[in-house]
């Protein structure tokens, strides 16, 4: 990552952050809500360019504001269809409400209703995810130097840092906080004055609508604002939320590999929601946060997938997949965040478990091969086949790696210089001392060369530009929730100019 890359993505959020603040509503952001705002701008739009009459207007905001009211009262009823929200209007003002309608259509107002939740949830999951991402960060700097197994094939490949093995996981989330921002950037125009798929003949000021409801700009093409794009958010926020998911599963079921162990490395913090002791054996503590988010997971990866089934093999202008029908998955996605949250919370780490576990296979068996190509030219096969060799004896003899005895080293050396490499010098180059040294886990991470590898040096700039990444994250998604907060903000202050008439201040 370049440092000056990173300065661009938190100079781009304190631009954004430059807005004046404002208060936000308490009211639910549900489709009622937005379908209100709906009519409150074309309330406005309209008396102002002459599309409605500035009296009808006046009295159109002022059901419209009883509407609200009433929808807004804890056991009030509030309309979330075009059809259902309009006879409230009519009831408060009369038939002329009616008026409000023009060049409108439920097929153009619910897609951009639809596309506004979507887009809260977008930012929500954004700021959930930072705050996953910056527990993880904080787990990783105080594992800098524990060195753990990972494991290739579920089996133990090499040695590794704890902190390194988590920022792996942080740079996959902040791929997936990538697509949110992406997501957010295609979604966020408004599908407003298209009607149902082909525009109106009335002429509508659709910029200055999308401007009230804090879009980027009206949609490019009419056909497209409620017959595809709707299509195109579901299939992406569906895929952005299954990767989410699968991260957490795949963590999840690591940490499970472990902890099934008698002795493992990485446990849980007992009592709480974090483990319960079984009804017949009282040695059990069985990790129940770890199983239930876990499960969790599968089910927003299975309703994500169920969602796009639900758009396929559809002629354009159908409602099957639009809407409400993969909310409850994107809400199950923030509550599956809260849930990860706790078990990186609630984990424990043993560092000289950790280490034991590693001295007990040989995982660093590698570095010897890659040491005598690197120092004495030894063809990289032969140095493969010599370290391979150790390792079928000692685990033929149950050793392990720093108790290998020097003279067999020396003994199986020769023999695969003798047969794979007669040209080559049969002594083993290596003392006894550089032998146990290359096969020491801490040695080797400690010795790491590689750019984004996991040497301290290196780990700390891998944390420190991430740490840039999640402030700039947090700080995008604060920004564009004042956006939109301000737009609705100017939205009220200008109904509320019609509502007492014209001439009002």
């Known amino acids: 990552?370049?440092?000056?890359?990173?300065?661009?993505?938190?100079?781009?959020?304190?631009?954004?952050?430059?807005?004046?603040?404002?208060?936000?509503?308490?009211?639910?952001?549900d489709t009622f809500f937005w379908l209100s705002q709906i009519n409150k701008a074309s309330t406005?739009?309209?008396?102002?360019?002459?599309?409605?009459?500035?009296?009808?207007?006046?009295?159109?905001?002022?059901?419209?504001?009883?509407?609200?009211?009433?929808?807004?009262?804890?056991?009030?009823?509030?309309?979330?269809?075009?059809?259902?929200?309009?006879?409230?209007?009519?009831?408060?003002?009369?038939?002329?409400?009616?008026?409000?309608?023009?060049?409108?259509?439920?097929?153009?107002?619910?897609?951009?209703?639809?596309?506004?939740?979507?887009?809260?949830?977008v930012i929500d999951i954004s700021e959930a995810l930072s705050r996953t991402m910056q527990i993880l960060e904080d787990l990783?700097?105080?594992?800098?130097?524990?060195?753990?197994?990972?494991?290739?094939?579920?089996?133990?490949?090499?040695?590794?840092?704890?902190?390194?093995?988590?920022?792996?996981?942080?740079?996959?989330?902040?791929?997936?906080?990538?697509?949110?921002?992406?997501?957010?950037?295609?979604?966020?125009?408004?599908?407003?004055?298209?009607?149902?798929?082909?525009?109106?003949?009335?002429?509508?000021?659709?910029a200055r609508m999308a401007h009230y409801l804090a879009f980027r700009n009206p949609v490019s093409n009419?056909?497209?604002?409620?017959?595809?794009?709707?299509?195109?958010?579901?299939?992406?926020?569906?895929?952005?939320?299954?990767?989410?998911?699968l991260h957490i599963g795949t963590f999840i079921q690591d940490v499970m590999t472990q902890y099934a162990q008698p002795r493992p490395w990485i446990i849980l913090q007992e009592g709480g929601e974090n483990t319960y002791v079984s009804s017949a054996m009282p040695q059990?503590?069985?990790?129940?946060?770890?199983?239930?988010?876990?499960?969790?997971?599968?089910?927003?990866?299975?309703?994500?997938?169920?969602?796009?089934?639900?758009?396929?093999?559809?002629?354009?202008?159908?409602?099957?997949?639009?809407?409400?029908?993969?909310?409850?998955?994107?809400?199950?996605?923030?509550?599956?965040?809260?849930?990860?949250?706790?078990?990186?919370?609630?984990?424990?780490?043993?560092?000289?478990?950790?280490?034991e576990e590693l001295n007990l296979d040989w995982t660093a068996s590698q570095e010897v091969a890659d040491y005598l190509v690197r120092e004495h030219k030894l063809p990289f096969r032969v140095g493969h086949h010599f370290a391979s060799q150790m390792v079928g004896y000692a685990r033929a003899h149950d050793i392990k790696p720093l108790d290998f005895p020097y003279a067999e080293a020396q003994r199986i050396y020769a023999e695969v210089i003798k047969k794979e490499y007669p040209a080559g010098n049969p002594t083993l180059p290596l003392t006894d001392e550089q032998l146990k040294s290359l096969l020491n886990p801490r040695e080797i991470v400690k010795n790491r060369r590689t750019y984004g590898g996991p040497q301290p040096m290196e780990m700390?700039?891998?944390?420190?530009?991430?740490?840039?990444?999640?402030k700039g994250q947090e700080m995008w998604a604060t920004a564009k929730k004042k956006q939109i907060n301000e737009a609705l903000d100017q939205l009220d202050k200008d109904f509320i100019e019609v509502l007492n008439g014209p001439g009002s201040k």
């Open 1 to 29: 990552m370049r440092p000056n890359f990173l300065f661009k993505v938190v100079l781009a959020a304190a631009t954004f952050m430059s807005f004046s603040a404002v208060s936000q509503t308490t009211e639910p952001r």
């Open 44 to 121: 406005v739009i309209n008396s102002q360019e002459g599309l409605l009459d500035k009296d009808l207007a006046k009295k159109i905001a002022g059901g419209l504001t009883n509407v609200i009211k009433h929808g807004n009262d804890p056991n009030g009823y509030s309309p979330d269809l075009v059809i259902t929200y309009e006879p409230e209007l009519i009831k408060e003002v009369g038939i002329d409400a009616t008026m409000l309608h023009i060049g409108r259509s439920s097929q153009d107002m619910l897609a951009a209703s639809n596309t506004m939740i979507l887009r809260d949830y």
């Open 140 to 206: 990783a700097r105080k594992n800098v130097d524990t060195v753990v197994p990972n494991y290739t094939n579920g089996v133990a490949a090499q040695p590794n840092t704890y902190a390194h093995y988590l920022y792996g996981y942080l740079a996959s989330f902040e791929r997936d906080q990538q697509r949110l921002r992406e997501c957010y950037e295609r979604l966020n125009y408004s599908p407003m004055g298209t009607t149902v798929l082909n525009g109106t003949s009335w002429p509508l000021d659709n």
């Open 222 to 245: 009419a056909y497209d604002a409620a017959q595809m794009k709707p299509i195109d958010e579901l299939v992406e926020i569906s895929g952005i939320v299954t990767s989410i998911a």
């Open 284 to 355: 059990k503590r069985n990790p129940g946060i770890l199983i239930n988010t876990r499960r969790d997971a599968s089910s927003v990866i299975g309703e994500a997938l169920a969602n796009i089934i639900r758009a396929h093999n559809l002629a354009p202008g159908f409602i099957d997949p639009k809407g409400e029908s993969y909310w409850p998955t994107l809400q199950k996605t923030l509550n599956l965040l809260q849930s990860f949250d706790k078990c990186l919370l609630a984990l424990r780490i043993n560092p000289d478990r950790a280490f």
């Open 460 to 470: 700390e700039r891998q944390l420190r530009e991430m740490q840039i990444l999640i």
